[in-house]
């Protein structure tokens, strides 16, 4: 009987960037939602079969918002870096959940906390997802003011990813906001420059920058589309694709 053949992968080392929401359940309450992690945990082991090398960076808004903590008095510094932690939180119950579907991972930190995690070491990372690792980025940048998109497009460009996946509660980049505006119109490709021409929202300023200045293309698609993330390391044009040589 001939063997199954791979699917061609067209990107062959990603770094996915999860919003800490996307752990939690809404109908239930829970901020990390078992089931949930386990489902992400699933998706994940799918493209790893593939031979794609898997980086993870992970918000912490489900736990806690640094910025919420402003609004309600918490000093910004103090607010962030409670941010962080909660980042660190969630980055342990996904790697709990990833070890359960058979795949090795390691838990990096930017803030030391050598009971828990590995620190930060950028030659480190590299291997680990060299030997097929799952490596999971918590902590953010370790820095406050700096947001985990701008940690998400650092760790991609440390590691050498040939994409930023930006998973989102809607399939892509639109004109406008498309819950309030039936009209907004959604990209399927747009420029850096485009982007920022017409200020669409895709990631903070300095996470932006930081994919522009060093041409890593990023893609953002629909969390809730369970087969989008191997489809696209496969090539299928899903979500929109922010890059150098898109149209204007």
Known sequence: MAQEQKPEIRYNRILLKLSGEVLGNAET???IAPAVVAD????IRRISELGVQIAVV???GNIFRGAAGEASGLARTTGDYMGMLATIINGLALQDAIERVGLESRLQTSIDMPQVAEPFIQRKAVRHLEKGRVVIFAGG???PYFSTDTAAALRANEVGADV????TKVDGIYSDDPKTNPD???YETVSYQVALRKRLRIMDSAAFALCMDNKIPIIVFDFFDKLALERI???AQIGTLVTDAAED
């Open 184 to 186: 907004a119109v959604r």
């Open 164 to 167: 930023l996946l930006k998973a």
């Open 29 to 31: 309450g829970e901020c």
């Open 58 to 60: 992970l918000g912490g």
């Open 233 to 235: 390391v496969c090539g």
């Open 141 to 143: 940048t370790g820095n």
């Open 40 to 43: 992400v945990a699933q998706r």
